[in-house]
């Protein structure tokens, strides 16, 4: 009998889903479908730690920009 799950339609850049997909290879715990270039469904209980997992990675890939010594 098929079960329900309840979701988050999410709607992102093709760069940011590529995350989420690369994420949720782990475990398979986020992903619900997968359903065009921009958009996934994830389940709601896992958003916040999808948040934070998604925040983590990019404060880690982010450049600062390099202050200038102009002042």
Known sequence: MPRAV???L???D???KAII???DQEKH???VEDL?????VIKEIQLPRLKEKLDEILANTQQ????SGSE
Do not use: A, H, N, R
């Not at 065009?36 to 996934?40: A, I, K, V, W």
């Not at 600062?64 to 202050?67: A, G, K, N, S, W």
């Open 14 to 16: 093709p760069s940011i």
């Open 36 to 40: 065009d270039d921009q958009t996934l």
């Open 6 to 8: 309840k979701g988050v």
């Open 10 to 12: 999410i709607e992102c």
């Open 64 to 67: 600062l920009p390099e202050e």
């Open 21 to 23: 997909l690369k994420i």
């Open 29 to 31: 715990d986020y992903i």
